[in-house]
């Protein structure tokens, strides 16, 4: 029987395991095309129960690249 890192077992086709997948693959072709790329360390699951939640992450998800250029972590505002 194999040893697995974490009491739940092996960590497969399962959404953390599609994630991880995903973020190796755009790192693997950003390094391939010498791309300056990081991802954030973290990601946390969040279940949408109603309209109202949804609407909220919406706005959210349209508006936040808006602030960006007065983001600390934008590369220009490092200086700040």
Known sequence: M???NNKFGPQ????????RGFKIGVK???NQNKMDF?????????????EEELNK?????INNPLKW???INNP?????
């Open 69 to 71: 250029e007065l983001d």
């Open 38 to 50: 990081i991802w954030q360390n973290r990601f946390y699951y969040h279940i949408i129960r109603n």
């Open 28 to 30: 693997n072709f950003s």
């Open 12 to 19: 497969s086709k399962n959404l953390s395991s599609i994630i």
């Open 57 to 61: 992450i919406r706005q959210y998800i």
């Open 76 to 80: 220009e505002n490092l200086l700040m």
């Open 2 to 4: 194999a040893e697995y």
